[in-house]
């Protein structure tokens, strides 16, 4: 059973930065993409971005929405997510999630409801 722990959320003003961190443990096959989805109230989870994790080649992924400001990077057994230039609409609850798959450098970041693993979700909240 993969274990994911979130840590990093918080309150910050718009264009102020936060790093979410992503702690896993357990991993139990050969290859994993994880990384980070979003939800914002009354929206729709959004998949924010990916790495491989194992045996696959490296490879990583933004979403539109948050590249050129946002960066995702491992080290160990972390995955972190570097906000930069928040604004308000990047306020949601931000989950680590993890699934047997390769992470695309095209994307999108699926992870399957069922199957896959969530942490426990951490909060956003850019605010002037």
């Known amino acids: 059973q993969v274990q994911l722990v979130e840590s990093g959320g918080g309150v910050v003003q718009p264009g102020g930065s936060l790093r979410l961190s992503c702690s896993y443990w357990r991993l139990m096959y050969d290859y994993y993409a994880i990384g980070w989805f979003r939800q914002a109230p009354g929206k729709e989870r959004e998949g924010v971005g990916c790495?491989?994790?194992?045996?696959?080649?490296?490879s990583e992924y933004l979403s539109d929405s948050v590249k050129g400001r946002f960066a995702i990077s491992q080290d160990r057994n972390t995955i972190y997510l570097q906000m930069e230039n928040l604004r308000p609409e990047d306020t949601a609850v931000y989950y680590c999630?993890?699934?047997?798959?390769?992470?695309?450098?095209?994307?999108?970041?699926?992870?399957?409801?069922?199957?896959?693993?969530w942490g426990q979700g951490t909060q956003v909240i850019v605010s002037s």
């Open positions: 999630a993890a699934d047997t798959n390769y992470c695309s450098p095209e994307g999108p970041f699926r992870v399957d409801p069922d199957s896959g693993w």
């Open positions: 790495v491989s994790v194992g045996r696959n080649r490296h």
